[in-house]
Every structure is written in C-alpha cells, then in structure tokens.
Nanobody, 121 residues
Framework: QVQLVESGGGLVQAGGSLRLSCAASGSIFSINAMGWYRQAPGNQRELVAAITSGGSTNYADSVKGRFTIARDNAKNTVYLQMNSLKPEDTAVYYC???????????????WGQGTQVTVSS
C-alpha cells in the first residue's frame, strides 16, 4: 500500500507564509502527477496546484503568483510554498498523487489525510 503524509499546516496572519510538505511511502514504483487540493467549509474540494513528474506545473487562478509547487522525486515528496496568504486561503489542504504501485503496472490515486491552514485577518 501507499501512504501520503502531510505536514506544515497551521495558523498564520494575513500576509504571512507557510510551507506544506507531503511525503509518499510504501509500494511505489513511480509517481506521476502530484498536487494539492483544498476544501473550505461548505465548499467543494478544489485544485490548488499540480506538478507532473517532469516538473510542469499548473495553478488555480486564485493562487497564481503567491503559491509555488515543487517536488523532490528522489524523496517522493511534494511541497507547496504559500506566500502572501489571505483569509480566503483558509481550508483543509490535501495532497494527491498518482502512484504506479510496485508489482502491478497500474496507477492508483491516493490522498493524504489533510492539514488545516488558517489565515487570520
């Protein structure tokens, strides 16, 4: 099996920064796309940023210029650097990865447990 473990959430004032990390472990042959999603109370889960194994990225319009996604393929880890945080960024942030499970040849989608990010005004 594969596990995604997130860290780095917390409480920060508006204008501040946080860095989220998500490490994948388990029966991993390779990882394709990795990404971060968020879900605020009463809202649907939405894509924040994603990155391919080759390093191509895409971002939600609401975070462009403020958030940066990066990955370390050797560590099976994806990061989300969040700068100039706003109260509307408050949400539970989830890590997502498309993992080719060792010995299967198939890609499966996995989610982390979520980490709370709260931005106070």
């Amino acid at each position: 099996q594969v596990q995604l473990v997130e860290s780095g959430g917390g409480l920060v004032q508006a204008g501040g920064s946080l860095r989220l990390s998500c490490a994948a472990s388990g029966s991993i042959f390779s990882i394709n796309a990795m990404g971060w999603y968020r879900q605020a109370p009463g809202n649907q889960r939405e894509l924040v940023a994603a990155i391919t194994s080759g390093g191509s990225t895409n971002y939600a319009d609401s975070v462009k210029g403020r958030f940066t996604i990066a990955r370390d393929n050797a560590k099976n880890t994806v990061y989300l650097q969040m700068n100039s945080l706003k109260p509307e960024d408050t949400a539970v942030y989830y890590c997502n990865a498309g993992v080719v499970v060792a010995g299967t040849g198939y890609e499966y989608e996995y989610w982390g447990q979520g980490t709370q990010v709260t931005v106070s005004s």
